[in-house]
């Protein structure tokens, strides 16, 4: 199977050898294409994502503990899927492939949510065929994304050599967010106001456009031919326990790959680290729009700010600090530390866990405030704008921790 994969990639740029492959392909010129094509998958994602949590307790009617627990179910299985695709990925399909199966069930899981939305009931509650089928679209979104993440983003960083690659992850995630600010500033007030059918009908629009820009780009990749210089670290890591503890061989185990396995190993305690990262993370699609639909969202007679557009604030700040970091700090850092990123990668992923923390501190004090005032006064509402400084930290760590990790395990 891989060898086939090998030949396929191979016939898309026949009688070329690697060397030549690498100057006459790729480049910033694919490298922006990925990037947009990673823009167009966002909205289409976070078009979800961001009003998941509304979706089910109002049409669904389910309760504020149910609809959190499902989402948080949801992320989890979003976030561990991309294990198992990079694996298959890797050892088997090549990053191409996986990217071209996992958009197509991807996009089917976006259509078939669009249409469960349209299945209407002759009863206050959903039909149970309403539920079960937007159930199975959504975890059917989460398998495709699985594909998709871990694969696209470092096909992206295949078209380039090392000096561009802290740019390349800088401007992907500016270019992310500026997508997904787009999509919460559209979607999330077309579901609210207009339609919840033509609310998740975009993005799935989104999401075909991503895959035709993505084809679009396949004469000018850069495909990696070398594919036993970038085998899966997880694959190493097997193949090393096997010889190690099964195999009476084990002598002849190169010590090549037990130094790779054991420097991926060294990774293990930075990744466990940022799960409680993630943990926070996850409060503002979940606590921090709960928050916010208890507050006075009014910005004129009859007008309302849906809860989960604040979460723009997040994208706002990091399209803000993202010119700010690459073309003014990055140049100050450099002078006194001499490190072409300005600081390493760990410490901008741990500055970004402290402002984490702060964004949960400056939360718990206002979510204090707003329960004092409600406790005092029903009929008074806490205005949501108090939410905006917690967001804005979010956003801060945001652009440091996620770049800094992207770079960290691409390298």
């Given at each position: 199977?891989?060898?086939l994969?090998?030949?396929?990639?191979d016939s898309?740029?026949?009688g070329t050898?690697?060397?030549?492959?690498?100057?006459?392909?790729g480049?910033?010129?694919?490298?922006?294409?990925?990037?947009?094509?990673?823009?167009?998958?966002?909205?289409a994602?976070?078009?979800?994502?961001?009003?998941?949590?509304?979706?089910?307790?109002?049409?669904?009617?389910?309760?504020?503990?149910?609809a959190?627990a499902?989402?948080?179910?949801?992320?989890?299985?979003?976030?561990?899927?991309?294990?198992?695709?990079?694996?298959?990925?890797?050892?088997?399909l090549?990053?191409?492939r996986?990217i071209?199966?996992a958009?197509?069930?991807?996009?089917?899981?976006?259509?078939?949510?669009?249409?469960?939305?349209m299945?209407?009931?002759?009863?206050k509650?959903?039909?149970?065929?309403?539920?079960?089928?937007?159930?199975?679209?959504?975890?059917?979104?989460?398998?495709?994304?699985?594909?998709?993440?871990?694969?696209?983003?470092?096909?992206?960083?295949?078209?380039?050599?090392?000096?561009?690659?802290s740019?390349?992850?800088?401007?992907?995630?500016?270019?992310?967010?500026i997508?997904?600010?787009?999509?919460?500033?559209i979607?999330?007030f077309?579901?609210?106001?207009?339609s919840?059918?033509l609310?998740?009908?975009?993005p799935?629009?989104?999401?075909?456009l991503?895959?035709?820009?993505?084809?679009?780009?396949?004469k000018?990749?850069?495909?990696s031919?070398?594919?036993?210089?970038?085998?899966?670290?997880?694959?190493?890591?097997?193949?090393?326990?096997?010889?190690?503890?099964?195999?009476?061989?084990?002598?002849?185990?190169?010590?090549?790959?037990?130094?790779?396995?054991?420097?991926?190993l060294?990774l293990?305690?930075i990744?466990?680290?940022?799960?409680?990262?993630?943990?926070v993370c996850?409060?503002?699609?979940?606590?921090?729009?709960?928050?916010?639909?208890?507050?006075?969202?009014?910005?004129?007679p009859?007008?309302?700010?849906?809860?989960?557009?604040?979460?723009?604030?997040?994208?706002?700040?990091?399209?803000?600090f993202?010119?700010?970091?690459?073309?003014?700090?990055v140049?100050?850092?450099?002078?006194?530390?001499?490190?072409?990123?300005g600081?390493?990668?760990?410490?901008?992923?741990?500055?970004?866990?402290?402002?984490?923390?702060?964004?949960?501190?400056?939360?718990?004090?206002?979510?204090?405030?707003?329960?004092?005032i409600?406790?005092?006064?029903?009929?008074?509402?806490?205005?949501?704008?108090?939410?905006v400084?917690?967001?804005?930290f979010?956003?801060?760590?945001?652009m440091?921790?996620?770049v800094?990790?992207?770079?960290?395990f691409?390298?």
């Amino acid at each position: 199977m891989a060898n086939l994969c090998d030949e396929l990639e191979d016939s898309l740029h026949p009688g070329t050898t690697e060397n030549s492959m690498r100057s006459s392909s790729g480049g910033w010129k694919s490298a922006r294409l990925i990037i947009g094509v990673e823009m167009a998958e966002h909205f289409a994602f976070y078009g979800i994502s961001s009003n998941l949590i509304t979706y089910l307790t109002g049409p669904l009617g389910e309760s504020t503990a149910a609809a959190a627990a499902n989402v948080n179910a949801w992320s989890g299985t979003v976030s561990f899927l991309p294990l198992l695709w990079g694996f298959i990925a890797d050892s088997f399909l090549g990053r191409f492939r996986t990217i071209l199966v996992a958009s197509s069930l991807y996009i089917l899981g976006h259509g078939q949510l669009s249409f469960s939305t349209m299945i209407s009931s002759h009863h206050k509650d959903p039909s149970q065929l309403q539920v079960t089928l937007f159930f199975c679209s959504l975890y059917l979104i989460a398998i495709g994304h699985g594909g998709y993440k871990p694969c696209i983003r470092v096909f992206g960083a295949d078209q380039l050599d090392g000096d561009d690659l802290s740019s390349y992850f800088n401007w992907l995630m500016f270019g992310s967010c500026i997508s997904v600010l787009t999509t919460r500033l559209i979607s999330i007030f077309i579901q609210e106001n207009l339609s919840w059918s033509l609310g998740f009908g975009i993005p799935s629009v989104s999401m075909l456009l991503s895959l035709l820009l993505f084809l679009l780009g396949t004469k000018n990749y850069r495909f990696s031919t070398a594919r036993g210089e970038k085998k899966n670290p997880f694959a190493r890591i097997s193949h090393v326990l096997w010889r190690l503890f099964l195999d009476r061989a084990a002598i002849s185990c190169d010590l090549a790959e037990i130094e790779e396995a054991k420097a991926v190993l060294k990774l293990v305690p930075i990744w466990m680290s940022c799960l409680v990262y993630a943990i926070v993370c996850a409060q503002s699609h979940t606590f921090f729009t709960k928050q916010g639909a208890t507050m006075d969202r009014s910005i004129s007679p009859g007008l309302l700010v849906p809860a989960a557009t604040l979460q723009c604030f997040i994208n706002l700040t990091i399209i803000i600090f993202i010119p700010i970091y690459d073309r003014l700090l990055v140049p100050i850092a450099r002078s006194f530390t001499q490190c072409p990123s300005g600081i390493t990668m760990l410490q901008r992923i741990g500055s970004g866990m402290v402002l984490s923390i702060l964004a949960m501190v400056v939360a718990a004090l206002v979510e204090t405030k707003r329960l004092q005032i409600a406790r005092d006064d029903a009929t008074t509402l806490m205005c949501v704008w108090w939410l905006v400084p917690q967001y804005v930290f979010i956003g801060v760590a945001d652009m440091l921790t996620m770049v800094g990790l992207q770079e960290l395990f691409y390298d």
